[in-house]
């Protein structure tokens, strides 16, 4: 699945030398691939850093969230409008013992930041947060960036996954354990009569 973020600028000629960043901030739920991401690098016009190491194995109750940074092309040239699309995978979960048979994860809107070599041409964009965050996707330096109010806040994303019934792990534990005994006693039988050994 992706998660789409659509931002309308209405940022004019004075801000020539404006670079953007998304801020999201994603729950334990769900993850990106950084293998898929890399695959992806060519075809995109945005880049991506995130704060940490990914495992893809891992379930949801074994993790924790993580930041990602995503950088999108931003020139005069562009239109007002920048459309990116993060493909991202959920995490298992574990089973349910009150008979709920979804889990709901909630994603939150990113937050937008602005930068520019000159801090004077953001003064007029009120309100904002001064905010420390990495400069390009490239390195980890970090520079100051402007955290603007969106006019139109958008609500979370909710996701829902599928969860297994906890109240079967017991019965299904004990027909598999059931069935491989019984295969394991007509194999030995079949091996004891062809005299194979």
């Known amino acids: 699945m992706e998660l789409e973020t659509t931002v309308e600028l209405q940022l004019g000629s004075a801000f020539k030398d404006v670079r953007l960043l998304l801020l999201h901030t994603w729950p334990s739920g769900v993850y990106v691939d950084p293998y898929q991401l890399a695959f992806l690098s060519d075809a995109v016009d945005w880049q991506i850093l995130v704060d940490s190491a990914i495992d893809l194995e891992v379930p949801a109750h074994k993790t924790s969230g993580f930041v990602a940074y995503v ?110 005994m019984i295969c394991c006693w007509v194999l030995s039988k079949y091996m004891w009569k062809q005299r194979i050994v």
């Open 71 to 180: 950088y999108p092309a931003f020139s005069e040239q562009t239109p007002g409008v920048l459309n990116i699309s993060i493909p991202i995978h959920g995490r298992y979960h574990q089973p349910s013992f009150d008979g709920e048979t979804f889990e709901s994860i909630a994603i939150e809107p990113p937050k937008l930041l602005l930068r520019t070599e000159k801090c004077s041409q953001l003064a007029d964009l009120e309100p904002h947060t001064a905010t420390e965050a990495p400069c390009t996707a490239d390195n980890t330096s970090m520079c100051l960036w402007i955290q603007v109010q969106q006019k139109q806040r958008p609500g979370d994303v909710i996701l829902r996954f599928p969860v297994g019934d906890g109240s079967l792990v017991t019965p299904v534990c004990g027909v598999t354990l059931a069935v491989t």
